[in-house]
């Protein structure tokens, strides 16, 4: 059993720790190893989310909405956390592909102290300013809608601190190239989620309390699981002693170095939706609730490209710290053209399934319609340009390349995105399209930009570690 699960634990870190210099550093194999269960863990975690507004579906369409406007500021706080978490990630798989065990361990407890103090703060004051905060994003929303967003939120944000301490476990997890620990966590935080939800909502008539319970103990449970696994003797990032959390500066100065920026670009990002869900709330519970639908079963349809984006930073990262360039640049243009392929199977799947897919929710005729109509514009414009816009940049913060992508990607979000749905809803009156059309225009315009900085390089001569 210990054999086995040090064979898990050490993976692609232990066949790359072994290469010469110039020889190819990930073989198709490992490269499936790594990938498949990632994929598999993206299919569950979007499954939560669409099980959520699913289950929910049936209390009502203000059940729905609510859900769906709280999860958008949900996802402004978990990308936060994603993007530490991926700072801690970067910096560990450098240090692995450099061999350097012992700061490897230390950048894996400083990550944790730096999650711990980020999602118990941000909880608190979540806590304690609920309702206004829902005013201050969504403005004036009907009241059961309200009443139904606040429960929600109240619920989600005692979930902060493990969905950091998850995040956190799961990216060292990848770094060494070891995806199958988090996938199992998330296949199995899943299944409480999805039965909770049916218990909860169906079973006791707890309707939004009940969906928010379910995601709660399910994410509790995949935080705990997946730090106990982190603490197994053969974990090569193990932490050693309580004390190694003690803060470090200068290692969460280096956490913090990939970390900030990719927390301000998602940040910025995630509050730019925001200001368009208060765009799409104005458009009537229709269109939110179309709004809902669309996002939960475009989160689907994104999996491929979802995936490889994760898998770029233990394989960019690895590479580059072992001082392979070039093969950083090939797996990452390799792992790129994988996301296009996938893309393209899920979307011309989206552009004729989506009547049949919009028709599993218990939605109204109009929202119904709105529905079908943004996501096969989605379909279209995704096929040929969200790779670009959401994989490949991983593979420039894997180098270390996070002022540039936090530039390009805040400038394009606010210009575009944001600046361009206002006017397309509020002076060509083009409703909840308006809005849609204005996310595929940043697309186009990040997706550019992110390619050209990835053909010359320079992404590749930044100092992580």
């Given at each position: 059993?210990?054999?086995?699960?040090?064979?898990?634990?050490?993976?692609?870190?232990?066949?790359?720790?072994?290469?010469?210099?110039?020889?190819?550093?990930?073989?198709?194999?490992?490269?499936?190893?790594?990938?498949?269960?990632?994929?598999?863990?993206?299919?569950?975690?979007?499954?939560?989310?669409?099980?959520?507004?699913?289950?929910?579906?049936?209390?009502?369409?203000?059940?729905?909405?609510?859900?769906?406007?709280?999860?958008?500021?949900?996802?402004?706080?978990?990308?936060?956390?994603?993007?530490?978490?991926?700072?801690?990630?970067?910096?560990?798989?450098?240090?692995?592909?450099?061999?350097?065990?012992?700061?490897?361990?230390?950048?894996?407890?400083?990550?944790?102290?730096?999650?711990?103090?980020?999602?118990?703060?941000?909880?608190?004051?979540?806590?304690?300013?609920?309702?206004?905060?829902?005013?201050?994003?969504?403005?004036?929303?009907?009241?059961?809608?309200?009443?139904?967003?606040?429960?929600?939120?109240?619920?989600?944000?005692?979930?902060?601190?493990?969905?950091?301490?998850?995040?956190?476990?799961?990216?060292?997890?990848?770094?060494?190239?070891?995806?199958?620990?988090?996938?199992?966590?998330?296949?199995?935080?899943?299944?409480?989620?999805?039965?909770?939800?049916?218990?909860?909502?169906?079973?006791?008539?707890?309707?939004?309390?009940?969906?928010?319970?379910?995601?709660?103990?399910?994410?509790?449970?995949?935080?705990?699981?997946?730090?106990?696994?982190?603490?197994?003797?053969?974990?090569?990032?193990?932490?050693?002693?309580?004390?190694?959390?003690?803060?470090?500066?200068q290692m969460i100065l280096r956490?913090?170095?990939?970390?900030?920026?990719?927390?301000?670009?998602?940040?910025?990002?995630?509050?730019?939706?925001?200001?368009?869900?208060?765009?799409?709330?104005?458009?009537?519970?229709?269109?939110?609730?179309?709004?809902?639908?669309?996002?939960?079963?475009?989160?689907?349809?994104?999996?491929?490209?979802?995936?490889?984006?994760?898998?770029?930073?233990?394989?960019?990262?690895q590479c580059l710290g072992a001082?392979?360039?070039?093969?950083?640049?090939?797996?990452?243009?390799?792992?790129?053209?994988?996301?296009?392929?996938?893309?393209?199977?899920?979307?011309?799947?989206?552009?004729?399934?989506?009547?049949?897919?919009?028709?599993?929710?218990?939605?109204?005729?109009?929202?119904?319609?709105?529905?079908?109509?943004?996501?096969?514009?989605?379909?279209?414009?995704?096929?040929?340009?969200?790779?670009?816009?959401?994989?490949?940049?991983?593979?420039?913060?894997?180098?270390?390349?996070?002022?540039?992508?936090?530039?390009?990607?805040?400038?394009?979000?606010?210009?575009?995105?944001?600046?361009?749905?206002?006017?397309?809803?509020?002076?060509?009156?083009?409703?909840?399209?308006?809005?849609?059309?204005?996310?595929?225009?940043?697309?186009?315009?990040?997706?550019?930009?992110?390619?050209?900085?990835?053909?010359?390089?320079?992404?590749?001569?930044?100092?992580?570690?």
């Amino acid at each position: 059993m210990r054999r086995n699960f040090e064979w898990e634990v050490q993976g692609i870190m232990t066949k790359t720790a072994q290469v010469q210099p110039g020889r190819p550093m990930f073989d198709a194999h490992t490269l499936r190893r790594l990938i498949l269960p990632m994929l598999l863990e993206q299919l569950l975690s979007v499954t939560m989310g669409m099980a959520d507004t699913l289950m929910v579906s049936g209390v009502g369409e203000a059940a729905v909405s609510s859900v769906s406007l709280v999860d958008s500021i949900n996802i402004l706080i978990i990308q936060i956390l994603s993007a530490l978490a991926t700072g801690g990630a970067v910096i560990g798989s450098q240090y692995l592909g450099r061999r350097d065990g012992e700061n490897a361990r230390r950048s894996a407890a400083q990550l944790y102290t730096v999650l711990a103090v980020s999602t118990v703060s941000v909880m608190a004051i979540t806590l304690l300013c609920s309702r206004l905060v829902l005013r201050l994003v969504f403005g004036q929303i009907d009241d059961d809608v309200m009443n139904f967003a606040q429960t929600y939120f109240m619920i989600s944000a005692l979930s902060y601190p493990f969905i950091g301490a998850y995040n956190a476990g799961a990216a060292l997890f990848r770094a060494q190239g070891n995806s199958r620990i988090s996938m199992l966590a998330s296949l199995v935080m899943n299944v409480i989620n999805i039965a909770g939800n049916a218990l909860l909502i169906y079973g006791f008539g707890l309707g939004v309390l009940g969906a928010a319970l379910a995601t709660l103990i399910g994410r509790v449970f995949a935080a705990c699981w997946v730090f106990w696994q982190q603490q197994q003797f053969e974990n090569p990032l193990r932490i050693e002693h309580w004390a190694d959390m003690r803060p470090d500066k200068q290692m969460i100065l280096r956490i913090l170095g990939i970390g900030i920026p990719s927390g301000l670009e998602n940040g910025m990002f995630q509050i730019g939706k925001l200001c368009v869900s208060s765009l799409t709330s104005t458009l009537g519970t229709s269109a939110i609730a179309a709004n809902a639908v669309a996002n939960s079963i475009s989160s689907l349809v994104n999996i491929p490209g979802n995936t490889m984006s994760l898998a770029m930073i233990p394989v960019v990262g690895q590479c580059l710290g072992a001082g392979e360039k070039k093969q950083a640049k090939r797996y990452a243009f390799t792992l790129l053209g994988i996301a296009v392929a996938g893309l393209t199977c899920t979307n011309l799947a989206l552009f004729f399934g989506a009547p049949l897919l919009c028709a599993i929710y218990n939605l109204s005729a109009e929202s119904t319609r709105l529905c079908e109509q943004v996501l096969r514009w989605f379909a279209v414009f995704s096929i040929f340009f969200w790779a670009c816009s959401f994989t490949l940049p991983n593979a420039l913060r894997a180098g270390g390349d996070t002022r540039y992508t936090m530039t390009v990607s805040i400038f394009s979000m606010w210009l575009f995105r944001v600046i361009l749905s206002y006017f397309f809803v509020l002076h060509m009156h083009m409703g909840l399209l308006g809005v849609w059309l204005g996310m595929f225009i940043d697309w186009i315009c990040r997706g550019g930009l992110f390619m050209i900085r990835f053909v010359r390089g320079k992404w590749m001569d930044h100092k992580v570690i």
